[in-house]
């Protein structure tokens, strides 16, 4: 049970050890509209199982009778959901032989929730991981099966760590496979004491406030690529904002949001510190370098960006 990429590549990996772990059946979300056309397309889970022929549940309400007793049908030994973005009820919970279980991107009790791989970046984490769990009604809750951790790179966006995670998660699902066919799987609690929640993000998180310091917007930047993406205002026009660094300049001279510099690259004074825009773009323009963009538009030392 999934939907966007990351549950995509993790049932590929899933698929090719069909000979041990067979998959009888994908559950993921309806067909929605996409690109310019609005044509309707299905969920990145969708196209995977559609290429590998594997029988695909689209339900558009999963607490109903009707829904349960077609997965039911199928006899499942577990249940394994990865970014399904649905709340299982007790009844669908009840349904496999051995139990249902989660590949969560992050190191539980730690980053509960929607958004654990931008939170992660946002907070500055060096390290975060995949665990694997028994689900329940509680959201991200249950007990542990197994923790693998990577290391975050200094350059990391949302995209590339979501990449990582695909990979770990779905290298750490097979092996917990492996511990439940050997009757070796192990049941660890989660110290409720150590739990943090994560929240949905939404397009309004990823408006820059220069007021923050420079090493937290330049978070949020990586966090928010490649959606929704970190954005200011300049001559009341967004602006994107997708590579950025943070200047050892700590001089504050200006005002939080006033551009400093503009050669060779786009410099803002924040908070604390001061940034420089590497990549920007203007909508429905390419990305660019910051330099280049402050040359087309004549920017100068004093200009402000808003939020």
Known sequence: MGTPALAGHILERLAAERE??????VVTRPDQPRGRKLAMEPSEVGAVAARLQLPTLKPVKIRTSEFVAELKSYAPDLIVVAAYGRILTQAILDLP?????????????RYRGASPIESAILAGEVETGVTIMRVVEQMDAGPMLLKRSIPIARDDTQGTL?????????????ESLELFARGEIVETPQDESLATFTKIIEKKDAVIDWTRRAVEIERAVRAYDPWPVARTTIGGEDLLVWRSRVESDATRAAAPGTIVSVKPEIVVQCGAERLALIEVQAPGRKRIASGDFARGKRLEPGARLLA
């Open 20 to 25: 041990r772990f067979p998959v009888v059946a």
């Open 97 to 109: 032989r051995l139990m249902p279980i989660n590949v969560h991107a992050s190191l539980l009790p």
């Open 162 to 174: 979501k990449e990582k995670l695909a990979e770990l998660g779905a290298t750490a699902l097979v």
